[in-house]
Structure formats: C-alpha cells, structure tokens
C-alpha cells in the first residue's frame, strides 16, 4: 500500500474556488465544514464581498445557511456534537445539513452517541478510513471541543491523517497539515460516500425554524456549556454576577472572552440564515434578522464596557451590571424571534 496518499479527485481544489477576501471571522466549526465539503465536492459555492470592521470578508451564504440548519446559530459555545450526544431530534439536524446538499454519509461514534449507523471499531476504523480515501472519499473527524477536520489523505498507512480545517477556505496543499493520535477525543466521524439527490429545500428550511423555536423558547437548564435557550441568559448573567470569579488579576476578561466574540458572530450569520429562509419560504422574518444583528451590536456595546478608552475592569460590579443589561437586551430579542416563530410555524406543520 502506497505509504503516503492524497486522492488525485481532491487536488483539483489547489487551484483555489474561493473568493479573494479574507475568511469569515470566528468560523463557528460545523457549518464552516460543510460548506467547506460542498465545494470539495465539486458543488458551486455562493460567494461575494462585503466590508465590515473597516476589512474586506468573504460572505459565505452556504455558511450562513448551515447556522440555521445545523441549530449552531441559536447556542452559544455548543456544537453539533453535543447534539448527537443528546440525541436531539434523533440526528435531523446533522442530515438535513447533508440531505440539503444531496450529499450521502454516514455517522460513526462511540458510546456517548446513541444514534449513528455504526460504533468505531478502534481497531479496524483506520483501515476503514484509508480505504475511503483511496476511493476519492474525505472522512470528516467530530472532535471534543468541536472541532470539525477534513480528511483528505494519509501516511504511515493511515497512522497519521492529512486533514483540512474547513474553515479557512479550500487551498487543500497550502492549509492540509499532517494529525497524528487523530484518534484521541474523537467519538464521532462522518464517511462521506457521494452525491445523492438533494431533499425538499422548503422542508429543510422549515424544520430549521422549528428547531429554532426549540432552541430559543427551551427553559430547561442545558446539559452542557450555557447551551441555549433561557438557561444561557442565566448561566451567562449568574457567571457574571458572582465577585468570586473575579477577584485573580488573571479573571479580567473571565466570561466575556471568547464569549461575546462566540455570540456576536453566530447570531450575525444566522441572520442571514433568516433572510434565506424568508426568501426560500415566502414568510416575513425581518423581524429575526433584525434582532439577530441586534444583538451582534449588543457585544460590541459589552466589548467597549473592557477595552478603549473608557474601560473598566470586570473586577468593577458596576461594569459587569453594565454588561449584563446589555445580555437581559439580546435575551429579550431572543425571546421576540421565538414569538415570531411561534406564529408562523404552523403554516408549515409536517
């Protein structure tokens, strides 16, 4: 067997298919993944430009539209993985990320996934995975953490993978690095096995809203992270509201960093899920885009509570009572999205 191996199909992407400008910030891993995978697989990328923080970005809509599909828009530090670990909504919103695309797989995991078409094998999944490749078929790698790794070739027979971040676009010989112990804190992977017929984009797109009403109306506590729902306002303003995680040097940005970075961009892609999602259902979701850019405004109001001129540090009540008003603000713009959902949804009851 041929000790080092990248799959002749995959290097067409050297040439590059993406967009000048630079990546989007803060790519939150899964929906990066895949519309990463979808230009991997030869589908046509919906790309432009647009200026915001005084740079020139690249507006990924595939992106964007996976926030939605995929509930990663609506948490906050959460990820497909923990998803599968609950078993919500039995895996729909990791097939319907695929289904949309009309791309054919199939989901690995270990004992902590209760549903998946197979469990790892440990002693056989690296084999499994060489053979995949040698088939111009990527493995994608679900990782603690969520991190998301594209695997696009091997060495060593297959001891060590080459993988590729999706998130920083598709130059696959300039970014691919070699990952070696790629088996450990991995419990789930996904064999991408071809291009199939894509499903109903109409019945996608409302399940994702349905999923989103969940996520955003849910009042139980989550059982991971801040998670979603009002357990995240909560957990967030709790964290924020005790002096105990505030009085090392080292906790002067504690709970704000990365969390506003995190917030502020999912809600700011997922509003461009919800202008896709108007246009692909012919429903009014202005006010969801409108209050999703709200409150990606809202931490750049919390970002300026800590850093220029004014600044204060988070060891100062007063600040943290600042930014907290600022999180009760997005909390109630979460609370007027589910409103709006609540109303429509029915119109699309399956």
């Given at each position: 067997m041929n000790q080092s191996n990248i799959p002749q199909s995959f290097r067409i992407t050297e040439h590059g298919v993406r967009s000048a400008a630079r990546h989007c910030p803060h790519s939150i891993a899964f929906p990066a993944m895949i519309s990463a995978l979808r230009t991997f697989m030869?589908?046509?990328?919906?790309?432009?430009?647009?200026?915001?923080?005084?740079?020139?970005?690249?507006?990924?809509?595939?992106?964007?539209?996976?926030?939605?599909?995929?509930?990663?828009?609506?948490?906050?530090?959460?990820?497909?993985?923990?998803?599968?670990?609950?078993?919500?909504?039995?895996?729909?919103?990791?097939?319907?990320?695929?289904?949309?695309?009309?791309?054919?797989?199939?989901?690995?995991g270990d004992d902590t996934i209760p549903i998946k078409d197979a469990c790892i094998d440990w002693d056989t999944i690296g084999e499994k995975i060489v053979q995949h490749l040698l088939s111009d078929r990527p493995v994608i790698l679900l990782q603690e953490g969520g991190g998301c790794k594209l695997v696009v070739g091997y060495t060593d027979c297959g001891r060590t993978l080459i993988v590729h971040n999706g998130g920083k676009g598709v130059r696959i010989a300039k970014t691919a690095k070699p990952l070696e112990n790629w088996a450990k804190k991995m419990p789930a992977l996904i064999f991408i096995d071809g291009l199939t017929i894509p499903g109903d984009k109409k019945d996608i797109t409302a399940r994702a809203l349905s999923r989103a009403y969940e996520l955003l109306s849910e009042k139980k506590d989550a059982p991971r992270g801040y998670g979603y729902g009002e357990y995240l306002w909560k957990r967030w303003i709790s964290l924020l509201e005790d002096d105990r995680n505030y009085r090392a040097k080292s906790s002067e940005f504690r709970y704000i960093n990365p969390e506003k970075f995190d917030l502020a961009e999912r809600r700011a892609y997922t509003a461009d899920f919800f202008e896709q999602a108007q246009e692909i259902l012919g429903v009014d979701l202005s006010v969801p885009a409108h209050a999703f850019r709200t409150m990606h405004d809202k931490m750049w109001d919390v970002?300026?509570?800590?850093?220029?001129?004014?600044?204060?540090?988070?060891?100062?009540?007063?600040?943290?009572?600042?930014?907290?008003?600022?999180?009760?603000?997005?909390?109630?713009?979460?609370?007027?999205?589910?409103?709006?959902?609540?109303?429509?949804?029915?119109?699309?009851?399956?």
């Open positions: 030869g589908l046509p990328a919906r790309l432009s430009v647009m200026q915001a923080h005084g740079v020139e970005w690249r507006v990924d809509s595939d992106y964007f539209y996976h926030m939605g599909v995929s509930g990663d828009g609506f948490t906050l530090r959460y990820n497909i993985l923990d998803f599968l670990r609950e078993g919500k909504w039995n895996n729909q919103s990791l097939k319907d990320c695929f289904l949309v695309e009309g791309i054919a797989f199939r989901l690995f970002h300026w509570q800590v850093y220029g001129p004014n600044k204060k540090r988070l060891q100062d009540r007063a600040t943290r009572e600042k930014i907290v008003w600022f999180l009760i603000e997005c909390r109630d713009l979460e609370k007027e999205t589910a409103e709006v959902l609540e109303k429509i949804l029915p119109a699309f009851s399956m």
